[in-house]
């Protein structure tokens, strides 16, 4: 063990010999660096840093294009639960290396694969809350597991909804048919001649 001071009033730690250095306390173990960083390095290079920068943490993969991978024991297997894809402008993915979008999930297995959003009112089982997911067959569901609307918003006001009956509203907020449309519509054909326009209590039908 090599203990040494520098020019600079900062102290060094070494091994001279090869093998692990290893720190063993009873009690928690704490690094306080009034620069607020702490870099990370291997064979002198610097390979990570974390940051106090303000009010935020910063972890920071110094080497470029290295990613970041959080893995864990599952079972006693070794398996990588997500990964950030700095090569790929900060992609992330779950579930997959090779992350395609700005959050990419995968299953590597014949299994279902989705995304479930729940809260303390909803509650936290696979029956509650919202979930989207493709199952084994490639059918793609979009399901609100809870007694409540479902709402369609663009230009952040409500365009349509459907109820927790099954009814379907276009341009109301409340629909009392199976489909429920308020304003005009129409219903054509890829021919011109060949629709049906409603508007205004008044049907026409073209042929």
């Known amino acids: 063990l090599r203990l040494q001071g520098t020019s600079s009033g900062k102290v060094e ?36 840093r974390l940051t106090n920068s303000s009010s935020d943490f910063v972890i920071n993969n110094s080497v470029q294009d290295k990613d970041l991978i959080f893995k864990g024991n599952d079972g006693g297997s070794i398996i990588e639960a997500m990964r950030i894809d700095y090569s790929e402008g900060g992609k992330v993915g779950i579930g997959t290396s090779s992350p395609v979008a700005k959050l990419h999930i995968s299953e590597s297995t014949s299994a279902d694969v989705g995304l479930v959003l729940s809260n303390s009112d909803t509650g936290h089982t696979i029956n509650d ?73 008044n049907a026409m039908m073209y042929n």
């Open 13 to 48: 730690f070494g091994v001279s010999t090869s093998g692990d250095f290893t720190i063993d306390a009873d009690d928690d173990i704490r690094l306080d660096a009034g620069g607020q960083d702490i870099a990370l390095k291997g064979a002198g290079t610097e390979y990570g």
């Open 129 to 201: 809350g919202f979930q989207f997911f493709i199952d084994t067959s490639k059918n793609a569901y979009l399901i609100n597991r809870e007694a409540s609307d479902m709402k369609f918003y663009t230009s952040n006001a409500q365009k349509m909804v459907i109820d927790s009956a099954g009814n379907v509203g276009i341009g109301t907020a409340g629909p009392n048919k199976k489909l429920d449309v308020m304003g005009h519509f129409s219903v054509s054909s890829s021919t011109a001649t060949d629709a049906i326009y409603y508007s205004n209590g």
